[in-house]
């Protein structure tokens, strides 16, 4: 009985743990939700409210009025699409190469994957410049989202090696025993049941791409070839001062994409690899 006990407390302390957890992770989205619909006189106020008192929508007008954001964020959505993407097309075949092909250059391939995670934005940025200077992309959204690829490759290529590796080897072998090449091997049979794995990866390489500023606020310096999340800092004045109320709504603006995808594609994600595993 005290054993039982035991457990339902120890559950019920999980539980608890993850609430407080959850709360953690969503104050500041609702805090910025509340404050784009808070009027000037509430932003002002001693006493600030969950609630706005007087909701309204002056905040999203004036942030339309006052800077490009549809522009802004069409130039973010093509450079994510994009990234996510030829993320996904080039790290398949080469998670597919390290998870079947036990070798020095598979084991070299992972331990890049991991090493590359290691550097900071910062000692990478000058001679990233120099690079995409002397291949004449700097200021262009295609030198953009050739960066986005390479810095969101490593991390998609060790989520794919491990949904590869979950995929029977047998399957494969049967393939090729009924005369399937490696190509059509990688297509018809290992891609089909790695779907979960790739819209999971596509999702990683959007959201990376969707939300990246530091990038994009160095390569990019023509106004109309801004993204979005360098376009918000733009409601900051020139002493640091922030418009606070139309800052609030176009961050929630741009925060909606990535909500969205996450809540369509989820329950693919989660039915994807229960199918792939009766399938198997």
Known sequence: MSA???GRAARAGQYLALLAYLVFLAFPFLWLVSTAFKPARELGSLHPTWIPQD?????FRQAFDEQPL???AGNSLLAALLAALIAVLVATPMAW????RRSRLATAATGWVVVSQAFPFVLVIIPLFLVLKNLHLINTLAGLVLVYVVWALPFALWMLVGYVRAVP????EAAAVDGAGRLRTLVSVTAPLLAPGIVATALFAFITAWNEFF???VLLKTPEKQTLPVVLTHFLGAEGVADLGPLAAAAFLATLPSLVIFAIIQKRITGGMLTGAVKS
């Open 169 to 172: 080897a047998e399957l494969e």
């Open 215 to 217: 990038f994009a606020l």
């Open 4 to 6: 039982f006990r035991t």
């Open 70 to 72: 549809l522009r802004a």
């Open 97 to 100: 190469v390290i998870a079947r």
């Open 55 to 59: 909701p309204t929508l002056d905040n």
